[in-house]
């Protein structure tokens, strides 16, 4: 989808909403019956915001705030030494930043990079990024929350949003309630959204890294891959191509136990030299079909016809090195001559003066991949393998029950590379010393907490706690302003 035409749908969207919002309020037979609906199930739709506000979680977040009291306290308060040690490293990691980002030139990639849909982000990728990021959010909020009915500051309610495209969520919490505390208290308030992201990032590691066990009992890694989609009308697809869910074990004959020897393999094909198959030249006479030689669309000799699906024209050499060898050409069913010993010159072979080395006549572009699978003979490919590599997806994640999803392995680890990078970013982000962020109120408490030995006259942690906040936002805003140039004009 076009950049344009994806921030033309998302503008049209919220304009539409915005002005069926403000016409059902404003008309006079519904408008106070839409109000009332509104208030009573927390809607409310402003610009480019949609939120959506309930009390009906309070009771399970005093449920949770109040199990096993002394483990709670310990998690928070590892959880608010995270939080502070987090605010100085993102200060300094988004430093860097911002000199690398500055420094750097055209065309490299950039540190910070602003998550687009439709811009930045494929389309295809939306399932997995809104779901996260949501995610990331309610268990960065559930942390507010819990830490909070911990230290005895009341929860008015929970909600969700959703602004222009991007998914988050909010704790309400009792400000005056939240006043009262200790400086400590609140820091284990303010940092227990970051303490939870942290921790979310981890579990999505534990859970990438050890995928292979987990699915162990039902998926078989390491014994080749399976087909999960095959693009449509591509020269792979067909009745003699690859489908989903065939299983491969082989490329040329190159094994193919894990995704990587996939790789590998079709990057064999691509940079080395092509190689033959070994053939006495007597059978090679007695099979050859061949045809008036001519010149293919690649430059490269045919002898073959035209309408001919199954056999292909083969080169190979006659006489010996000293004696200059002749090229020959023969046109041959290329299954059978697929299977036969391999070889990069006549002399590879056993019999080398009865046999031939056949090569097949392809232009420099095109390859002959033989892809060896577990439904029916193996597929012959004849054509650009770079084509053959964007034509095929492929998993690691064989499995072992004919009713089993191929895609469910790929989704949880996709899923879980997601959860690394946006949940690690939602805790390096809101660590930052910035307003409207935690790292405001993490400061905040930092300076009341631990400062206020160093400094004990008020108006001096004020100053410091100010101009580190303006030190932060305009930190923060500048790296933003950097990625969306990036982004936008290179």
Not at 279 to 307: H, I, P, S
Request: aromatic fraction near 12%; charged fraction near 15%.
């Amino acid at each position: 989808m076009l950049r344009t035409t994806w921030i033309a749908l998302v503008l049209g969207f919220w304009s539409s909403l915005y002005l069926i919002d403000a016409f059902l309020k404003s008309n006079r037979y519904i408008g106070q019956r839409y109000a009332e609906f509104q208030v009573q199930n927390g809607l409310q739709v402003s610009v480019a915001q949609l939120r959506w506000y309930t009390t009906c979680l309070n009771r399970c977040f005093i449920r949770l705030g109040q199990c096993k009291p002394r483990i709670l306290t310990a998690w928070f308060t590892l959880g608010a030494w995270f939080g502070v040690l987090l605010m100085f490293v993102g200060v300094v990691l988004l430093t860097l930043t911002l000199v690398k980002s500055v420094s750097q030139e055209e065309g490299e990639p950039a540190v910070l990079t602003p998550v687009m849909p439709g811009v930045n982000l494929p389309v295809s990728e939306l399932g997995y990024f809104f779901p996260v990021l949501l995610v990331s959010g309610i268990w960065h909020e559930l942390g507010h929350a819990i830490a909070a009915v911990r230290e005895q500051v009341r929860v008015n309610g929970f909600g969700i949003f959703l602004m222009v495209v991007y998914p988050g969520a909010f704790v309400d919490l009792h400000t005056d309630h939240l006043k009262a505390v200790s400086a400590a208290r609140q820091l284990r308030i303010y940092c227990a959204g970051i303490w939870h992201n942290f921790v979310l990032v981890l579990f999505a590691i534990a859970v990438l890294l050890t995928l292979p066990y987990l699915l162990s009992p039902v998926y078989v890694t390491g014994a080749g891959v399976v087909i999960t989609n095959v693009v449509k009308n591509s020269p792979v697809s067909g009745r003699r191509g690859l489908a989903v869910g065939y299983h491969v074990t082989s490329i040329n004959g190159c094994p193919v136990t894990v995704p990587e020897d996939w790789r590998r393999c079709l990057g064999a094909v691509v940079f080395y030299p092509p190689y033959g198959h070994c053939m006495t030249v007597g059978k090679v006479q007695q099979l050859n079909t061949n045809v008036a030689l001519y010149k293919g669309a690649g430059g490269q000799v045919e002898c073959c016809r035209n309408d001919s699906v199954s056999e292909l024209c083969f080169r190979y050499e006659m006489g010996t090195e000293m004696d200059k060898p002749q090229r020959e050409y023969a046109c041959l069913e290329a299954r059978p001559i697929t299977e036969l010993a391999r070889c990069h010159k006549a002399s590879d072979c056993h019999q080398a003066r009865k046999t031939a080395c056949l090569h097949p006549s392809l232009d420099n572009s095109s390859r002959l991949i033989r892809v060896l699978h577990n439904t029916g003979p193996p597929m012959l490919y004849v054509g650009d393998p770079y084509l053959f590599g964007y034509s095929v997806s492929i998993s690691g994640y064989v499995p072992k029950y004919a009713f089993l999803p191929i895609w469910l392995p790929d989704v949880i680890a996709t899923f879980c590379k997601y959860l690394i990078s946006l949940s690690g970013a939602l805790a390096i982000l809101n660590a930052v010393p910035c307003y409207a962020l935690d790292g405001q109120w993490v400061l905040m408490g930092f300076m009341e907490h631990y400062v206020v030995k160093i400094f004990p006259n008020p108006a001096e942690r004020k100053l410091i706690n100010d101009l580190t906040l303006l030190f932060g936002t305009l930190l923060l805003g500048a790296n933003v302003v950097v990625a969306m140039y990036a982004l936008i004009f290179r």
